[in-house]
T-cell receptor, first 109, second 115 residues
Framework: GQNIDQPTEMTATEGAIVQINCTYQ??????LFWYQQHAGEAPTFLSY??LDGLEEKGRFSSFLSRSKGYSYLLLKELQMKDSASYLC??????????WGAGTKLIIKP | ETGVTQTPRHLVMGMTNKKSLKCEQH?????MYWYKQSAKKPLELMFV???????ENNSVPSRFSPECPNSSHLFLHLHTLQPEDSALYLC??????????????FGNGTRLTVT
């Protein structure tokens, strides 16, 4: 079967750095997405990786290793507003999106 | 208005009721989706429409009935639901379905409670 694994919950301190990992086993690979979802709100697109390496967008970076079936989302200079769930999703060989259950990130002052 | 708009935000219905969820996108996208989101579970794809034609129905019970009258509007008609159908129902749109890098744009969802 197809599977996406990410930690259920993580806690970090304001101003620090946190890395949220995502591992996947899918039938083929056509890209990996990260979304942010604040409680009671819509998921919003953060990043898309299709080639190996690091993509940086301001305080957020996303890394992909296709050979290891692994990605991470790196958040720097954490702010209280970064408290949210972070969803990892992989597009398989049929261009179906396979979703992880999400990682709830709690930021403490 | 911009983005994806869903109404209502909250809905409480009995098991014998009939109600409809509405979604509207103002992004000029060609594909629209219904997802079910339950606590601590991955998003479950329910239906996909591409250019107003249904392209996917992931074994969803017939008590859920989608309708896509045009590329900007999507409905989910509900009847004789069960308590386990209580969840957040998310509508999304994208430039195209079945392509790799086209991100989804989501609405804020309808929080459905079936009593």
């Amino acid at each position: 079967g197809q599977n996406i694994d990410q930690p259920t919950e993580m806690t970090a301190t304001e101003g620090a750095i946190v890395q949220i990992n995502c591992t996947y086993q899918t039938s083929g690979f056509n890209g990996l997405f990260w979304y942010q979802q604040h409680a009671g709100e819509a998921p919003t697109f953060l990043s898309y990786n299709v080639l190996d390496g690091l993509e940086e967008k301001g305080r957020f970076s996303s890394f992909l290793s296709r050979s290891k079936g692994y990605s991470y989302l790196l958040l720097k200079e954490l702010q209280m507003k970064d408290s949210a769930s972070y969803l990892c999703a992989v597009t398989d060989s049929n261009y179906q999106l396979i979703w992880g259950a999400g990682t709830k990130l709690i930021i403490k002052p | 208005e911009t983005g994806v708009t869903q109404t209502p935000r909250h809905l409480v219905m009995g098991m014998t009721n009939k109600k409809s969820l509405k979604c509207e996108q103002h992004l000029g996208h060609n594909a629209m989706y219904w997802y079910k989101q339950s606590a601590k579970k991955p998003l479950e794809l329910m239906f996909v429409y591409s250019l107003e034609e249904r392209v996917e129905n992931n074994s969803v019970p017939s008590r859920f009935s989608p309708e896509c009258p045009n590329s900007s509007h999507l409905f989910l008609h509900l009847h004789t639901l069960q308590p386990e159908d209580s969840a957040l129902y998310l509508c999304a749109s994208s430039q195209a379905s079945g392509t790799g890098g086209s991100p989804l744009h989501f609405g804020n969802g309808t929080r459905l409670t079936v009593t």
